[in-house]
């Protein structure tokens, strides 16, 4: 509790700091997008055109075409363009350092993942960590055809390819959007991306999923765009605890998600999404000789609203079974599905479930906010054998401070604080002091 409240002492000191320190710095106006952009052309121009109006379909461009939501880019700050927008390009991302400090028990993971917490040792008590992984780079390109319309074409990197602190780049999306069509590589379908708020852990909300996947998916809005709809066959990833009777093999059949989504509110800042997900799993049967399949099912209600100006709220409920991928804290886990000791020749789909629930007040809009909420997942161990020291469920609590000091330039403060719980009911527990300190370009 100490811990606690000297935590809240610095957050309301530090931001309390920039609020009142007229000699220090002061918030920015928040203000439209105003890029700056480089007008481009091969060999000598000699048609008029209008600066001014092409200027701003290329400002329109990258507005409609901006995604918000849990760990988006903003939008970028330089873009090169031919003088009749059919084609434009930009580079940007942003530059992260995140400082950390575990207390009262340390997650062995570089991210805060209730799942990775052990019990208290005198080895792992307190831990401090620096970590600029997050940084992250992208190119977004923009052409206007004729034929297809809008195409745009995405790709970004970040530098967790490799062990933590190892800085290898890494291919996080790289996708080409065209007629309600998005194809390559972006995060999974299942994901609702508004349904989160920011945090300065990577991972986020342990009952959220933010995972990328290939995939081809098709989305279309109608109903003056408060309805839609989303379909995907993405590739499949299982994980699971076969025994000495069963063996991985090759899968077979791309996983299908789908939703709906209905959205309300100026400028359809609102909405609730249902999503589900079906699985056709499969593995080889030493016994019989032969391949088989377990089936994986999952469903999710999510949303935000925006209650007024000042309060949003977000959420989401996910229940299932074998859909380990679609659930952050047990992604990389063997229980999608496992073997029965009983009767070694048998498996089953574990049951899985969580949610999440949190508010954003936003003391300045769009420049300083406070966040906090609640999160938690739950394995159940159903008819299959789990040992007592296996994972049960495990709780995720946050609460942050986000200050945008310029348009570029954020500054964070977060504390996190995680529970374990195995069959057994042994617990574990930790805790997280992180800050952010972020540009981008």
């Not at 049960?392 to 945008?404: L, V």
Request: proline share 4%; charged share 20%.
């Amino acid at each position: 509790m100490k811990a606690i409240r000297l935590f809240s002492l610095s957050l309301l000191l530090t931001f309390a700091g920039i609020v009142t320190g007229k000699a220090q710095t002061t918030f920015y106006e928040v203000t439209e997008y105003t890029p700056t952009i480089y007008m481009i052309a091969r060999g000598e121009v000699t048609e008029e055109y209008d600066a001014d109006a092409t200027r701003q379909e290329i400002i329109d461009d990258y507005a409609e075409t901006a995604r918000c939501g849990f760990s988006q880019l903003k939008n970028p700050q330089f873009i090169f363009a031919t003088r009749n927008n059919k084609f434009s390009l930009a580079l940007g991302g942003r530059v992260s350092l995140r400082t950390s400090y575990d207390f009262m028990g340390a997650v062995g993971n570089i991210d805060f993942v209730p799942y990775d917490i052990t019990p208290t040792t005198y080895a792992n008590r307190q831990r401090v960590m620096m970590d600029a992984t997050t940084s992250r780079l992208f190119m977004k390109a923009i052409i206007n055809s004729k034929t297809l319309g809008r195409v745009v074409v995405y790709s970004d990197m970040d530098f967790r390819g490799g062990n933590e602190f190892s800085y290898i780049p890494r291919l996080r999306s790289a996708y080409v959007q065209l007629k309600g069509f998005t194809v390559g590589r972006d995060v999974t379908t299942f994901c609702d991306l508004e349904a989160a708020p920011q945090t300065i852990d990577f991972e986020g909300p342990n009952a959220y999923n933010f995972e990328f996947n290939q995939m081809i998916r098709y989305e279309h809005s109608f109903l003056r765009n408060h309805l839609t709809l989303g379909i995907a066959a993405e590739m499949p990833s299982v994980n699971a605890t076969y025994g000495e009777n069963f063996a991985p093999i090759l899968q077979r059949v791309p996983d299908g998600i789908a939703y709906l989504q209905y959205a309300w509110g100026e400028n359809k800042s609102s909405h609730l999404r249902a999503s589900a997900v079906f699985r056709d799993m499969y593995l080889h049967d030493k016994g019989n000789n032969d391949n088989t399949t377990q089936f994986g099912w999952g469903v999710q209600l999510s949303g935000h609203i925006d209650i007024t100006r000042w309060v949003d709220i977000y959420m989401n409920g996910v229940y299932g079974k074998g859909i380990t991928p679609y659930i952050q804290e047990l992604t990389g886990t063997p229980y999608d599905f496992i073997y029965n000791p009983e009767k070694p020749t048998t498996l089953l789909t574990l049951p899985m479930w969580g949610w999440q629930a949190a508010a954003q007040i936003n003391i300045v809009p769009g420049v300083f906010w406070l966040a906090g909420g609640y999160s938690m997942v739950n394995l159940d161990k159903d008819k299959g054998y789990l040992a007592d020291d296996q994972y049960h469920r495990s709780s995720y609590i946050f609460g942050n401070a986000f200050c945008n000091i310029t348009p570029n330039f954020t500054i964070a403060l977060e504390y996190l604080r995680g529970m374990r719980e195995n069959m057994n009911k042994d617990k574990a527990h930790a805790n997280r002091i992180n800050l952010l300190l972020q540009y981008n370009f």
